[in-house]
């Protein structure tokens, strides 16, 4: 025989080569058999423990959402409270005022258009057309126009026929 040449033949490398990788799978066969069984991972004790988990919270969720809900109405209330404490605050300043006779006199001066005796009062009509004017003592119902120009239209439309 040649050097060069192998001593076996192909057909037998191939014989040995299939053997060896048979050998192979049958012993990787035989560790996962001889291996124990992988126990689940999801005891009993574990799933007792997630049921009672999860029913407390599916029990506390209702009042949870309750305590959160009267919470927000706690602050609505006091942020309600403190807006009518300010409110009388305002209106404890405004009868205040309404006890000095010369606010009193100031008002009744520019809302009623009172003179005191001897003097001599003046209304004057705005610049421009009075359509306007018309149009915005209708709308307010009277309130910006002297009481007597409310009193004397009173007094014309009570004449009108209906």
């Known amino acids: 025989m040649s050097a060069g040449r192998s001593r076996f033949s192909t057909t037998t490398k191939l014989k040995v ?35 009672v988990i999860c029913s407390l919270v599916v029990a506390l969720a209702y009042p ?34 309404w006890q000095d006779p010369a606010y009193v006199e100031q008002q009744a001066r520019r809302h009623l258009h009172y003179v005191r005796p001897g003097e001599v009062g003046y209304t004057l009509p705005d610049i421009g057309d009075s359509a306007p004017d018309e149009r915005r003592y209708r709308d307010r119902g009277g309130a910006g126009r002297p009481w007597y120009d409310n009193l004397w239209d009173g007094v014309d439309r009570a004449d009108q026929p209906r």
């Open 17 to 51: 080569l299939g053997e060896q990788a048979a050998e192979r799978v049958y012993r990787a066969q035989h560790r996962r058999l001889r291996r124990p069984p992988r126990r689940s991972r999801l005891t009993g004790r574990a799933a007792v423990l997630a049921l």
């Open 64 to 97: 949870l959402r309750q305590y959160i809900s009267q919470r927000s109405d706690i602050a609505d209330q006091r942020r309600q409270a403190e807006q009518a404490q300010e409110r009388v605050e305002e209106l404890r300043d405004e009868k205040a005022r």
